[in-house]
Protein backbone atom coordinates (compact mmCIF):
# COMPACT_ATOMS: atom_id res chain seq x y z
CA UNK A 1 0.00 0.00 0.00
CA UNK A 2 2.77 2.41 0.64
CA UNK A 3 4.40 1.69 -2.45
CA UNK A 4 1.42 1.72 -4.45
CA UNK A 5 1.05 5.03 -2.35
CA UNK A 6 4.39 6.57 -3.29
CA UNK A 7 4.43 5.80 -6.51
CA UNK A 8 0.36 7.18 -7.56
CA UNK A 9 2.04 10.57 -5.60
CA UNK A 10 5.07 10.53 -8.36
CA UNK A 11 2.94 10.12 -11.16
CA UNK A 12 0.90 12.78 -10.16
CA UNK A 13 3.46 15.64 -9.50
CA UNK A 14 5.16 14.36 -13.02
CA UNK A 15 1.66 15.18 -14.22
CA UNK A 16 1.89 18.74 -12.37
CA UNK A 17 4.98 19.75 -14.03
CA UNK A 18 4.15 19.03 -17.16
CA UNK A 19 0.95 20.94 -16.70
CA UNK A 20 3.06 23.83 -15.91
CA UNK A 21 5.92 23.11 -18.57
CA UNK A 22 3.20 23.41 -21.08
CA UNK A 23 1.21 26.45 -20.74
CA UNK A 24 3.37 28.60 -22.19
CA UNK A 25 3.16 26.85 -25.58
CA UNK A 26 2.21 29.10 -28.14
CA UNK A 27 -1.01 28.56 -29.65
CA UNK A 28 0.19 26.92 -32.97
CA UNK A 29 2.16 24.58 -30.84
CA UNK A 30 -0.04 22.15 -28.91
CA UNK A 31 1.10 19.63 -26.46
CA UNK A 32 0.44 16.04 -28.06
CA UNK A 33 -1.06 14.62 -25.31
CA UNK A 34 -3.27 17.38 -23.81
CA UNK A 35 -6.18 15.05 -23.08
CA UNK A 36 -4.34 12.53 -21.60
CA UNK A 37 -2.76 15.04 -19.45
CA UNK A 38 -5.95 16.68 -18.37
CA UNK A 39 -7.21 13.29 -17.10
CA UNK A 40 -3.61 12.75 -15.42
CA UNK A 41 -3.69 15.49 -13.19
CA UNK A 42 -7.34 14.41 -11.71
CA UNK A 43 -8.08 11.57 -9.18
CA UNK A 44 -7.35 8.22 -11.28
CA UNK A 45 -4.82 5.97 -11.00
CA UNK A 46 -5.05 3.73 -14.54
CA UNK A 47 -4.94 7.49 -16.48
CA UNK A 48 -1.84 8.47 -14.24
CA UNK A 49 -0.12 5.23 -15.41
CA UNK A 50 -1.41 6.11 -19.28
CA UNK A 51 -0.02 9.34 -18.98
CA UNK A 52 3.71 7.97 -17.88
CA UNK A 53 3.29 5.62 -20.88
CA UNK A 54 2.72 8.50 -23.06
CA UNK A 55 6.04 10.32 -21.01
CA UNK A 56 7.94 7.10 -22.05
CA UNK A 57 8.92 6.62 -18.04
CA UNK A 58 6.76 3.10 -18.14
CA UNK A 59 6.05 0.78 -20.75
CA UNK A 60 3.41 -1.35 -21.38
CA UNK A 61 4.27 -4.42 -19.96
CA UNK A 62 5.70 -2.00 -16.59
CA UNK A 63 1.49 -0.49 -16.92
CA UNK A 64 0.22 -3.58 -16.94
CA UNK A 65 1.67 -4.64 -14.07
CA UNK A 66 1.65 -1.21 -11.79
CA UNK A 67 -2.57 -1.43 -12.59
CA UNK A 68 -2.36 -5.19 -11.30
CA UNK A 69 -0.85 -3.87 -8.26
CA UNK A 70 -2.66 -0.95 -7.46
CA UNK A 71 -6.14 -3.61 -7.82
CA UNK A 72 -4.24 -5.80 -4.78
CA UNK A 73 -3.94 -2.55 -2.83
CA UNK A 74 -7.65 -1.73 -3.12
CA UNK A 75 -8.64 -4.72 -2.38
CA UNK A 76 -6.13 -4.69 1.10
CA UNK A 77 -7.61 -1.49 1.96
CA UNK A 78 -11.26 -1.36 0.69
CA UNK A 79 -11.91 -5.11 1.57
CA UNK A 80 -9.73 -6.47 4.04
CA UNK A 81 -6.45 -8.81 3.76
CA UNK A 82 -6.73 -10.36 0.50
CA UNK A 83 -4.11 -12.39 -1.06
CA UNK A 84 -2.26 -13.26 2.03
CA UNK A 85 0.08 -16.10 1.28
CA UNK A 86 1.40 -13.67 -1.80
CA UNK A 87 1.79 -10.41 -0.27
CA UNK A 88 5.08 -10.85 0.95
CA UNK A 89 6.18 -11.30 -2.47
CA UNK A 90 4.27 -9.29 -4.82
CA UNK A 91 5.21 -6.35 -2.46
CA UNK A 92 9.06 -6.90 -3.06
CA UNK A 93 8.16 -6.91 -6.47
CA UNK A 94 6.10 -4.06 -6.04
CA UNK A 95 8.77 -2.15 -4.80
CA UNK A 96 11.05 -3.04 -6.92
CA UNK A 97 9.25 -2.18 -10.21
CA UNK A 98 8.39 1.21 -8.11
CA UNK A 99 12.23 1.91 -7.21
CA UNK A 100 13.33 1.13 -11.22
CA UNK A 101 10.76 3.31 -12.65
CA UNK A 102 11.67 6.42 -10.14
CA UNK A 103 15.20 5.97 -10.72
CA UNK A 104 14.72 7.27 -14.15
CA UNK A 105 11.88 9.59 -14.23
CA UNK A 106 13.20 13.22 -15.17
CA UNK A 107 13.51 15.80 -12.17
CA UNK A 108 15.16 19.12 -12.90
CA UNK A 109 15.14 19.77 -9.25
CA UNK A 110 13.30 18.57 -5.52
CA UNK A 111 11.61 20.20 -3.27
CA UNK A 112 9.79 20.03 0.00
CA UNK A 113 6.61 21.53 1.58
CA UNK A 114 7.33 24.63 3.91
CA UNK A 115 8.07 23.22 7.37
CA UNK A 116 8.49 20.20 6.20
CA UNK A 117 11.45 17.92 7.19
CA UNK A 118 12.17 14.55 6.12
CA UNK A 119 12.09 11.85 8.01
CA UNK A 120 15.46 10.15 9.52
CA UNK A 121 15.05 6.87 7.57
CA UNK A 122 16.16 8.74 4.68
CA UNK A 123 19.79 10.20 6.16
CA UNK A 124 21.55 6.76 4.62
CA UNK A 125 20.75 8.35 1.03
CA UNK A 126 20.88 12.08 0.92
CA UNK A 127 23.45 14.31 1.96
CA UNK A 128 22.89 17.18 4.43
CA UNK A 129 19.75 16.17 4.91
CA UNK A 130 18.89 18.53 7.60
CA UNK A 131 19.66 21.59 5.26
CA UNK A 132 17.62 24.14 4.33
CA UNK A 133 18.31 22.74 0.68
CA UNK A 134 16.65 19.74 -0.52
CA UNK A 135 18.94 17.15 -2.15
CA UNK A 136 20.17 16.80 -5.63
CA UNK A 137 17.73 15.16 -8.20
CA UNK A 138 20.78 12.86 -9.27
CA UNK A 139 21.04 11.81 -4.72
CA UNK A 140 17.30 10.89 -5.50
CA UNK A 141 18.06 8.65 -8.49
CA UNK A 142 20.91 6.89 -6.79
CA UNK A 143 18.09 6.28 -3.56
CA UNK A 144 15.99 4.72 -5.66
CA UNK A 145 18.97 2.94 -7.54
CA UNK A 146 20.26 1.36 -4.35
CA UNK A 147 16.98 0.49 -2.84
CA UNK A 148 16.47 -1.55 -6.06
CA UNK A 149 19.70 -3.38 -5.59
CA UNK A 150 18.77 -4.18 -1.78
CA UNK A 151 15.30 -6.06 -2.80
CA UNK A 152 15.71 -9.34 -2.30
CA UNK A 153 13.45 -10.71 -5.36
CA UNK A 154 13.31 -13.56 -7.37
CA UNK A 155 11.48 -13.85 -10.57
CA UNK A 156 10.79 -18.23 -10.37
CA UNK A 157 10.44 -17.17 -6.40
CA UNK A 158 7.00 -15.26 -7.41
CA UNK A 159 6.15 -17.17 -10.17
CA UNK A 160 6.47 -20.31 -7.70
CA UNK A 161 4.14 -18.31 -4.71
CA UNK A 162 1.93 -17.28 -7.14
CA UNK A 163 0.81 -21.02 -8.91
CA UNK A 164 0.91 -22.26 -5.08
CA UNK A 165 -2.19 -20.07 -4.13
CA UNK A 166 -3.77 -20.38 -7.85
CA UNK A 167 -3.14 -24.24 -6.25
CA UNK A 168 -5.10 -23.56 -3.54
CA UNK A 169 -7.90 -22.24 -4.48
CA UNK A 170 -8.04 -24.94 -7.58
CA UNK A 171 -8.23 -27.35 -4.99
CA UNK A 172 -11.32 -25.66 -2.70
CA UNK A 173 -13.04 -26.08 -5.94
CA UNK A 174 -12.25 -29.52 -6.79
CA UNK A 175 -13.23 -30.69 -3.43
CA UNK A 176 -16.69 -28.57 -3.23
CA UNK A 177 -17.55 -30.30 -6.75
CA UNK A 178 -16.82 -33.56 -5.47
CA UNK A 179 -18.95 -33.26 -2.40
CA UNK A 180 -21.93 -31.19 -4.74
CA UNK A 181 -21.85 -34.19 -7.07
CA UNK A 182 -21.50 -37.11 -4.78
CA UNK A 183 -22.89 -36.64 -1.72
CA UNK A 184 -25.75 -34.65 -2.25
CA UNK A 185 -29.07 -35.87 -1.74
CA UNK A 186 -29.51 -35.74 -5.45
CA UNK A 187 -26.22 -36.98 -7.27
CA UNK A 188 -25.34 -35.21 -10.45
CA UNK A 189 -22.17 -35.16 -12.84
CA UNK A 190 -19.74 -32.57 -12.03
CA UNK A 191 -20.50 -30.46 -15.29
CA UNK A 192 -24.36 -30.59 -13.96
CA UNK A 193 -23.32 -29.10 -10.32
CA UNK A 194 -21.62 -26.16 -12.43
CA UNK A 195 -24.89 -25.45 -14.52
CA UNK A 196 -26.60 -25.44 -11.54
CA UNK A 197 -25.01 -22.94 -9.64
CA UNK A 198 -24.58 -20.47 -12.82
CA UNK A 199 -28.25 -20.92 -13.69
CA UNK A 200 -29.41 -19.87 -9.56
CA UNK A 201 -27.31 -16.84 -10.23
CA UNK A 202 -28.43 -15.98 -13.57
CA UNK A 203 -31.84 -16.72 -12.79
CA UNK A 204 -32.71 -14.05 -10.81
CA UNK A 205 -31.22 -11.22 -13.38
CA UNK A 206 -33.25 -8.91 -15.46
CA UNK A 207 -30.83 -10.04 -18.78
CA UNK A 208 -32.49 -13.61 -18.02
CA UNK A 209 -35.84 -12.89 -17.35
CA UNK A 210 -35.55 -10.97 -20.18
CA UNK A 211 -34.33 -13.34 -22.06
CA UNK A 212 -36.71 -15.79 -20.81
CA UNK A 213 -39.91 -14.02 -21.57
CA UNK A 214 -38.63 -13.07 -25.11
CA UNK A 215 -38.14 -16.92 -26.02
CA UNK A 216 -41.00 -19.02 -24.90
CA UNK A 217 -40.28 -19.88 -20.96
CA UNK A 218 -43.97 -20.87 -20.13
CA UNK A 219 -43.30 -20.96 -15.89
CA UNK A 220 -42.43 -18.04 -13.75
CA UNK A 221 -40.22 -19.05 -10.69
CA UNK A 222 -38.77 -21.46 -8.99
CA UNK A 223 -37.15 -24.77 -9.82
CA UNK A 224 -38.67 -24.75 -13.43
CA UNK A 225 -37.89 -21.74 -14.48
CA UNK A 226 -34.17 -22.45 -13.33
CA UNK A 227 -34.05 -25.63 -15.28
CA UNK A 228 -35.28 -23.73 -18.09
CA UNK A 229 -32.69 -21.40 -17.21
CA UNK A 230 -30.16 -23.93 -17.18
CA UNK A 231 -30.96 -25.55 -20.76
CA UNK A 232 -31.62 -22.32 -22.62
CA UNK A 233 -29.60 -19.21 -21.53
CA UNK A 234 -26.02 -18.64 -22.23
CA UNK A 235 -23.68 -19.42 -19.02
CA UNK A 236 -20.41 -18.35 -18.72
CA UNK A 237 -19.22 -22.23 -18.83
CA UNK A 238 -20.92 -25.61 -18.20
CA UNK A 239 -18.64 -28.00 -17.91
CA UNK A 240 -15.81 -28.93 -15.40
CA UNK A 241 -13.12 -26.26 -15.40
CA UNK A 242 -10.46 -28.12 -12.83
CA UNK A 243 -8.45 -29.89 -15.44
CA UNK A 244 -7.42 -26.79 -17.68
CA UNK A 245 -7.27 -24.62 -14.53
CA UNK A 246 -4.59 -26.59 -13.64
CA UNK A 247 -2.78 -26.25 -17.15
CA UNK A 248 -2.76 -22.97 -16.29
CA UNK A 249 -1.33 -23.26 -12.99
CA UNK A 250 1.62 -25.41 -14.22
CA UNK A 251 2.30 -22.76 -17.13
CA UNK A 252 2.42 -20.07 -14.35
CA UNK A 253 4.81 -22.01 -12.09
CA UNK A 254 7.13 -22.18 -14.94
CA UNK A 255 6.58 -18.31 -16.06
CA UNK A 256 10.61 -16.68 -16.30
CA UNK A 257 8.93 -13.29 -16.84
CA UNK A 258 7.70 -11.68 -13.67
CA UNK A 259 5.11 -9.09 -15.05
CA UNK A 260 3.87 -12.04 -17.35
CA UNK A 261 3.39 -14.57 -14.08
CA UNK A 262 1.37 -11.81 -12.21
CA UNK A 263 -0.46 -11.06 -15.41
CA UNK A 264 -1.18 -14.82 -15.46
CA UNK A 265 -2.34 -14.73 -12.16
CA UNK A 266 -4.26 -11.96 -12.20
CA UNK A 267 -6.17 -13.08 -14.95
CA UNK A 268 -7.20 -16.37 -13.64
CA UNK A 269 -8.21 -14.71 -10.47
CA UNK A 270 -10.93 -12.32 -12.01
CA UNK A 271 -11.87 -15.04 -14.65
CA UNK A 272 -12.81 -17.89 -12.17
CA UNK A 273 -14.33 -15.25 -9.31
CA UNK A 274 -17.71 -15.70 -10.22
CA UNK A 275 -17.80 -19.47 -10.80
CA UNK A 276 -15.45 -20.43 -7.76
CA UNK A 277 -17.48 -18.11 -5.30
CA UNK A 278 -20.98 -19.63 -6.78
CA UNK A 279 -19.84 -23.20 -5.55
CA UNK A 280 -18.16 -21.87 -2.28
CA UNK A 281 -21.56 -20.66 -1.08
CA UNK A 282 -23.41 -23.69 -2.66
CA UNK A 283 -21.22 -26.09 -1.02
CA UNK A 284 -21.45 -23.84 2.64
CA UNK A 285 -25.89 -24.22 1.98
CA UNK A 286 -25.35 -28.01 1.97
CA UNK A 287 -22.82 -28.08 4.74
CA UNK A 288 -25.79 -25.83 6.68
CA UNK A 289 -28.49 -28.49 5.43
CA UNK A 290 -26.50 -31.25 6.73
CA UNK A 291 -25.77 -29.09 10.30
CA UNK A 292 -29.83 -28.82 10.34
CA UNK A 293 -30.27 -32.31 10.07
CA UNK A 294 -28.09 -33.48 12.71
CA UNK A 295 -29.05 -30.42 14.89
CA UNK A 296 -33.06 -31.78 14.25
CA UNK A 297 -32.06 -35.64 15.32
CA UNK A 298 -30.37 -34.53 18.48
CA UNK A 299 -33.72 -33.08 19.36
CA UNK A 300 -32.20 -29.09 19.14
Known sequence: MLTDNALEISFHHLALDKQAEIMWRAPNNPYEYTDALND?????????????KNL??????????????HGFRNEVYHIGLQHERVLPTISRFYLKVASDILSRQSLASLTYGVGLKPPDRVAKYFKNVN?????????????????SKKIVFEAAELAVALAEHMEELIDETDISLDTLSRDTPNPCTRDEVIVRCLAWKAAATDEAKEFARL??????GGFAYVDWIAKNYKLPIKKDPIENWRKRKDRLRLEENPHKALKLYRNFIDETVEIRNEIADSHAAFDRYIDGLIDERRGK
Open 215 to 220: NGCQVQ
Open 131 to 147: SVFPPLPSEYFDACSQI
Open 40 to 52: AVRRHFDAKVRFM
Open 56 to 69: KIINDEEAVTINIF
